[in-house]
Structure formats: structure tokens, C-alpha cells
């Protein structure tokens, strides 16, 4: 298949099929190089060369009800991770303090649970108030979750961007949660939407599921006009009921991150958890087809650090894009 030759066509107006999709996931590794390349053409016609970095605040962790097969924060998780409660508005707005001297253009603030408590949202809304008075930093929040009223609120207080993942295909989504649905997640997705936030719906590859499965997560964030796609990789971790997985290749995780370029061409594209664990020495590779990375870690795991991401985007001819940079050219 002639690959460049798709991106081309997608660049004029149309849209790739499904079949095409999966061509892309089922495609040599002879052809690895000549995929990413394609997937760049796209890549540098919306966003250019440049790198958006996004800082997480793992603002509570553990203390879940919920049964998600590879979160360590579920409840029937056995690894026996730190677990602390909902942090203070000072707590947050430090954590975006950091962020923003770092030059990350987002700063997430994340909890664990199937949704906030009221108590939950006053916090982030107070803290979104004061971070965004004192630092030019956009604010994304994942909270579970949450009515088009609860979305309303956080938007008013200052929050620019909500995240919820779908995680995988509607399909494949009773095998890694039985406590909630896929409908339950597209319900608080459309919310988002409704509510005039910003989305940000991404998915997890490598929990076993099948490569159609994982074409139908890139046509569903197209679906839900996702604004901000995360791609995960399973990292697997003790005590949960995927921990006897394998991690998938860095070739692998390579042809998924194309895949998502083809699909969604114009929307953010972040690589996100299991980048350092699945990419390795190819993670450079990774931002030829996506636009965004986390920096400093992430929920549960820390990450190579902020002065390795930076060696890494700079060695490969990018550079880190902040909220003042204009429109790329062409």
C-alpha cells in the first residue's frame, strides 16, 4: 500500500476507511518507516514541528470502588499502592506552579473514583480560579464522571478541557470493567461536549484486545469529536488482573500511534502512559506521528524526566510548543 499516497488523500478532504485502518496496524515492519513518514505528512501540516507538554497532578489516589483490569487504584487491585485523599487548593495550585516552569502548556489535575463528590469540585474549581489568575497555563481535569451541570461549573471556574477516556472498543469493554459502562463513558463524554469543555478521550493499548478493536477506539474519538486523543500503553502492574500480560512492541505501539493520526489528522495526539516502558530507544520515533507528550511521570509511575524529554524532542528536530506559539505554516 502506498502509504504516503493515503496521507495525501486525506490531506484533500477525505477520510480513511476502516479497512485502510487496519491495513495500517497489520503493516510490515518493513513498512514502519514509510507509515510514520506518512502519518508526519499530517502531523506537521496541523501542528508542525512543534511539542506540547502536558504535567499530571495525581490529585487523590487509590481509594477506588471501581474494577478497571489495569488500574492499580481499582478496588480489586492487591499491589498495595500509596493511597492519600483529595489534595488542598494549595496542594494544586504549587503543582501548577511547576508545571508552568516547566513551559508545559497543560496542567492535569486527575483523581481517582467513579465521579467527584461535591467537596471534589469545589476544590478544583477554587484552585482553577487561582492558577489561572496567576499563570498562563491551560487546565485539563479528570474527576470521573460528571453531569453537563458539573461540566458547566468547572468550565465557569476556569478549566479549559476535561478528560475521559473510553479506553477501548465498545466490544472489548466488558472484559476490563464490570462496575460501569461504555454507555456510562460516552454519556460523560457527550457532557463534556454539551457543556462547551474541551475533550480529551483517549484509550489504553495492549490489554489484550484485538487490532479491530483498536480501530474502532480511533473512529470512536472521531465519533465523539474527541479534541485531544491520549494513547496509553499497558504497562502492566502488580496486583491487578492484567499484570501477567506482556508489554506490546515499540513497533506495535508505533503503527497504533499512525493509526490515530490517520484517523483523527487534525486532532492532538499525545503519547501518553507506557511511553518510556513500550518505545524505549525508538519513544523519538513517537512524536513523527503524535504532537503531545506527558513530562515528569504520571499517575502511578514516574517517567524518564523533564530534562530526558527534552533531550529526546530537541534530538529529533522538534520543539516544545507553549501557548503563544502561532499557527504552524502550510
Given at each position: 500500500?502506498?502509504?504516503?499516497?493515503?496521507?495525501?488523500?486525506?490531506?484533500?478532504?477525505?477520510?480513511?476507511?476502516?479497512?485502510?485502518?487496519?491495513?495500517?496496524?497489520?503493516?510490515?515492519?518493513?513498512?514502519?518507516?514509510?507509515?510514520?513518514?506518512?502519518?508526519?505528512?499530517?502531523?506537521?501540516?496541523?501542528?508542525?514541528?512543534?511539542?506540547?507538554?502536558?504535567?499530571?497532578?495525581?490529585?487523590?489516589?487509590?481509594?477506588?470502588?471501581?474494577?478497571?483490569?489495569?488500574?492499580?487504584?481499582?478496588?480489586?487491585?492487591?499491589?498495595?499502592g500509596?493511597?492519600?485523599?483529595?489534595?488542598?487548593?494549595?496542594?494544586?495550585?504549587?503543582?501548577?506552579?511547576?508545571?508552568?516552569?516547566?513551559?508545559?502548556?497543560?496542567?492535569?489535575?486527575?483523581?481517582?473514583?467513579?465521579?467527584p463528590?461535591?467537596?471534589?469540585?469545589?476544590?478544583?474549581?477554587?484552585?482553577?480560579?487561582?492558577?489561572?489568575?496567576?499563570?498562563?497555563?491551560?487546565?485539563?481535569?479528570?474527576?470521573?464522571?460528571?453531569?453537563?451541570?458539573?461540566?458547566?461549573?468547572?468550565?465557569?471556574?476556569?478549566?479549559?478541557?476535561?478528560?475521559?477516556?473510553?479506553?477501548?472498543?465498545a466490544?472489548?469493554?466488558?472484559?476490563?470493567?464490570?462496575?460501569?459502562?461504555?454507555?456510562?463513558?460516552?454519556?460523560t463524554?457527550?457532557?463534556?461536549?454539551?457543556?462547551?469543555?474541551?475533550?480529551?478521550?483517549?484509550?489504553?493499548?495492549?490489554?489484550?484486545?484485538?487490532?479491530?478493536?483498536?480501530?474502532?477506539?480511533?473512529?470512536?474519538?472521531?465519533?465523539?469529536?474527541?479534541?485531544?486523543?491520549?494513547?496509553?500503553?499497558?504497562?502492566?502492574?502488580?496486583?491487578?488482573?492484567?499484570?501477567?500480560?506482556?508489554?506490546?512492541?515499540?513497533?506495535?505501539?508505533?503503527?497504533?500511534?499512525?493509526?490515530?493520526?490517520?484517523?483523527?489528522?487534525?486532532?492532538?495526539?499525545?503519547?501518553?502512559?507506557?511511553r518510556?516502558?513500550?518505545?524505549?530507544?525508538?519513544?523519538?520515533?513517537?512524536?513523527?506521528?503524535?504532537?503531545s507528550?506527558?513530562?515528569?511521570?504520571?499517575?502511578?509511575?514516574?517517567?524518564?524526566?523533564?530534562?530526558?524529554?527534552?533531550?529526546?524532542?530537541?534530538?529529533?528536530?522538534?520543539?516544545?510548543?507553549?501557548?503563544?506559539e502561532?499557527?504552524?505554516?502550510?
Amino acid at each position: 500500500m502506498n502509504w504516503k499516497n493515503l496521507a495525501e488523500r486525506i490531506l484533500t478532504g477525505a477520510s480513511i476507511k476502516r479497512e485502510e485502518a487496519l491495513k495500517i496496524l497489520n503493516s510490515s515492519d518493513d513498512d514502519l518507516l514509510a507509515v510514520l513518514d506518512a502519518a508526519f505528512l499530517l502531523r506537521k501540516k496541523f501542528f508542525g514541528r512543534g511539542v506540547q507538554l502536558h504535567v499530571i497532578r495525581n490529585a487523590r489516589n487509590g481509594l477506588c470502588g471501581e474494577d478497571c483490569a489495569y488500574c492499580s487504584q481499582s478496588a480489586k487491585a492487591t499491589g498495595g499502592g500509596e493511597k492519600y485523599r483529595m489534595q488542598s487548593v494549595n496542594e494544586l495550585v504549587a503543582g501548577a506552579q511547576n508545571a508552568h516552569a516547566l513551559g508545559a502548556l497543560r496542567y492535569c489535575i486527575v483523581t481517582s473514583g467513579r465521579g467527584p463528590k461535591e467537596d471534589d469540585l469545589r476544590i478544583v474549581a477554587e484552585a482553577a480560579k487561582k492558577i489561572k489568575k496567576r499563570f498562563k497555563i491551560q487546565i485539563c481535569v479528570s474527576l470521573g464522571s460528571v453531569s453537563k451541570k458539573q461540566a458547566q461549573a468547572l468550565k465557569k471556574s476556569g478549566v479549559n478541557r476535561f478528560n475521559h477516556n473510553l479506553e477501548t472498543s465498545a466490544r472489548y469493554f466488558p472484559n476490563i470493567c464490570s462496575t460501569h459502562t461504555y454507555a456510562d463513558r460516552l454519556k460523560t463524554a457527550m457532557a463534556v461536549k454539551a457543556a462547551g469543555l474541551e475533550l480529551c478521550c483517549g484509550g489504553l493499548i495492549g490489554m489484550g484486545e484485538a487490532l479491530e478493536d483498536r480501530v474502532d477506539l480511533a473512529f470512536a474519538m472521531r465519533k465523539v469529536d474527541a479534541d485531544s486523543i491520549p494513547v496509553n500503553f499497558l504497562d502492566p502492574r502488580p496486583g491487578t488482573r492484567l499484570a501477567a500480560l506482556k508489554r506490546i512492541s515499540a513497533r506495535e505501539a508505533l503503527r497504533a500511534l499512525a493509526m490515530f493520526r490517520f484517523v483523527n489528522p487534525d486532532r492532538e495526539i499525545r503519547v501518553a502512559g507506557g511511553r518510556e516502558a513500550c518505545l524505549g530507544s525508538l519513544q523519538a520515533l513517537a512524536i513523527f506521528a503524535a504532537n503531545s507528550i506527558f513530562t515528569n511521570g504520571y499517575l502511578t509511575t514516574g517517567g524518564q524526566g523533564y530534562q530526558a524529554d527534552l533531550a529526546l524532542i530537541e534530538s529529533a528536530g522538534f520543539h516544545v510548543s507553549g501557548t503563544s506559539e502561532s499557527p504552524p505554516e502550510g
